[in-house]
């Protein structure tokens, strides 16, 4: 089993900036990979990026040169600096742990950005 626990989630005005923080726990050494995903209101849940433990990054187009997923492996934490933010980035930002058995979410935290 694996626990996450998101936080960093705020309201910010167009064009600024937030860092996202997801704390895992548990059955840390299985994880292959992490990534956050957002849902808007009324929208599925969709992945805005992911890291491996190799380090390799990927990122959904929108958020592209904007947003940076980044992972400090001591205190097993996984980071989303979100910078220019829009207000389209408003959601609901879910932390997701990939290992061979399962995957696993967090609650999430709420971004909102006004215009």
């Known amino acids: 089993q694996v626990q996450l626990v998101e936080s960093g989630g705020g309201l910010v005005q167009a064009g600024g900036s937030l860092r996202l923080s997801c704390a895992a726990s548990g059955s840390i050494f299985s994880i292959y990979a992490m990534g956050w995903h957002r849902q808007a209101p009324g929208k599925q849940r969709d992945l805005v990026a992911v890291?491996?433990?190799?380090?390799?990054?990927n990122y959904a187009e929108s958020v592209k040169g904007r947003f940076t997923i980044s992972r400090d492996n001591a205190n097993n934490t996984v980071y989303l600096q979100m910078n220019t933010l829009k207000p389209e980035d408003t959601g609901v930002y879910y932390c997701?742990?990939?290992?061979?058995?399962?995957?696993?979410w967090g609650k999430g935290t709420l971004v909102t950005v006004s215009s």
């Open positions: 890291i491996t433990v190799g380090g390799s990054t």
């Open positions: 997701k742990a990939l290992t061979s058995a399962a995957s696993y």
